[in-house]
């Protein structure tokens, strides 16, 4: 839970968020700053490597300074988006021009769906959670005689300050949704209500940052709360002494809070999960440790430790180094040098491996088909009908995109049941195909498995035709293979010629 001792929490302050808000980023706290690499790690030095007892400042400092992150999470974070996006968001045929065009940049930035969503999908998998916001320029609305005018504060008449709210006049003046994303760190308060018995927004507070000007060169970062319910949006601005005052508010002609939430992970409660995730990040957390103990022991190991009895330095120092004696009148003087069993070194190394191990398959078990037998699970494979955990955070992901469409349709007063829909790649039989093919081929050379059994397994898996002769394949190895060894043999090196002797050819005498 959130520690609030020492500090009266004031809930009449719109920048304060909800104990709940305080008590997931204790959660997410391992895993964001996993996300920013060795960097992020030694900037929270004791929290994820801890001091021994004894150890001076100084030594831990240098012991901190060697340690490198292997980020397997975010790497596996990578892959595993890279695998739902290996092939483009996929629209309708239904879908009309107006909304495929926002399809093609839903920013208003340049990005089309599949790039945006790839980065958002990611966000969902490192938290667990992600959140993006349909929001329109602020602009300011009126109906006369059920028509609709907006207010272009642009226009120097006021008599022309009013203009009909046209399809025209909205492109001309960039008046269009934008879809923003919203991680779980900006989400810092939320209210929600049952509705004709569903769970329904009623209020929730966003929290960011803009880059504005200062001087004539600088630029100075502004904090800002957005905060929208399902009629008004309002912004508050931090002032110059850290108070957060009203800067603007308007009406929010939608008449619901325009927030879509895609969970990935585990329901906790509204906006707060247990992260897919949060297992690899203690596992690569481990890792680190783990890895910062194996180079702290290569680093003594390889320093040369002296053990010397009976040798006098009562004139100086003991200098040792190439083309010097070590001289002494004592008849038992000594001068060894202690070296590390290299017991531990190897230990070390081991549990370094298992823990990479572990956390590779971490990894793939999420696009493994979640199956009990092993007859099941090659069937899963062999077909396309892939029902694994990545599948279904794809299924989410692509409902609440679907869900956003919707939503814009709502601005853009088109018939939400009538704007298309998108969907994401949910196969994932060639990656899994590549991954087997892998672990095959090692068995292979481990000599575990015969050849004919993995070419037997390529095919099956559709590696190779399957239409391919397991018996034609196996001759055309032998005749490479025969092929490579006639090669080679005209290039094999010379003898190397008995003592005495020297490689010069001997010359006939005419």
């Known amino acids: ?64 300074a060697r340690t490198k992150l292997v980020n397997f999470f975010k790497q596996t974070i990578n892959k595993l988006g890279g695998a739902v996006f290996s092939k483009p968001v996929s629209l309708s045929e ?5 909304m495929e065009k926002i399809m093609e940049n839903v920013d208003n930035n340049g990005k089309d769906i599949t790039r945006w969503s790839l980065g958002v999908f990611k966000d969902a998998l490192h938290r667990g959670i992600t959140h993006f916001l349909i929001d329109y320029p602020q602009v300011n609305l009126k109906t006369v005689k059920g028509v609709t005018y907006f207010e272009d504060k642009e226009e120097t008449d006021a008599e022309k300050r009013w203009k009909p709210w046209t399809k025209k006049n909205e492109e001309g003046k960039g008046l269009r949704p934008n879809w923003v994303p919203i991680q779980a760190d ?5 209210r929600t209500e049952i509705v004709q018995g569903k769970v329904t927004l009623t209020q929730i507070r966003i929290k960011e940052q803009t880059e504005e000007p200062d001087g004539d060169y600088g630029q100075r970062t502004v904090n800002r709360i957005r905060v929208f319910t399902p009629k008004t949006w309002e912004i508050w601005v931090e002032n110059e ?12 002609n939608l008449g619901y809070v325009p927030l879509v939430s895609v969970y990935l992970g585990e329901k906790v409660r509204e906006m707060v999960v247990n992260p897919p995730l949060e297992g690899l990040a203690d596992l690569n957390i481990t890792h680190w440790q783990s ?23 009562k004139n100086g120092k003991l200098v040792i180094g190439p083309n010097r004696f070590i001289l002494s009148d004592e008849p038992e003087a000594d001068l060894k040098v202690v070296e590390h069993s290299g017991h531990s070194i190897g230990a070390g190394r081991q549990d370094i491996i298992d ?33 694994s955990a990545l599948k279904s955070y794809a299924l989410s992901m692509e409902d609440g995109l679907n869900e956003a469409i919707k939503m814009t349709a709502d601005y853009m007063q088109m018939d939400r049941e009538k704007v298309g829909t998108v969907s994401l790649h949910t196969d994932f039989q060639s990656f899994l195909a590549d991954v087997e093919a892998k672990i095959l081929m090692e068995a292979k050379e481990k000599r575990i498995i015969p050849r004919k059994i993995v070419i037997d397994e390529f095919i099956r898996r559709g590696i190779l035709k399957e239409d391919s002769d397991p018996i034609e394949i196996e ?28 490689n010069r050819p001997v010359m006939e005498e005419e």
């Open 355 to 387: 823990i990479e191990k572990q956390m590779v398959m971490f990894g793939l078990t999420m696009m493994m088909p979640k199956t009990g037998t092993a007859t099941a699970t090659e069937r899963a494979i062999d077909s396309s009908e892939n029902d």
């Open 291 to 313: 890895t910062s103990d194996q180079r702290n022991i290569l680093h003594y190991a390889r320093l040369v430790i002296y053990f010397g009895k009976g040798i006098d330095t």
């Open 475 to 502: 001759a055309m190895l032998e005749a490479e293979l025969m092929d490579e060894e006639t090669f080679t043999a005209g290039f094999e090196e010379p003898a190397t010629p008995a003592p005495g002797q020297n």
């Open 186 to 190: 900006m989400l810092i308060g939320w």
């Open 1 to 64: 839970m959130a520690d609030n001792s020492g500090a009266e929490r004031s809930t009449s302050k719109v920048e304060t968020p909800l104990e709940a808000y305080e008590d997931f980023m204790t959660v997410l706290d391992p895993l964001d700053t996993l996300m920013q690499g060795t960097r992020g790690m030694v900037a929270k030095s004791t929290t994820y490597l801890p001091q021994e007892e004894e150890e001076e400042t100084t030594s831990y400092n240098n012991r901190l």
């Open 94 to 98: 239904d879908m009309p021009k107006e």
């Open 241 to 252: 002494e850290g108070v957060y005052e009203e800067d603007s508010r308007g009406t929010n």
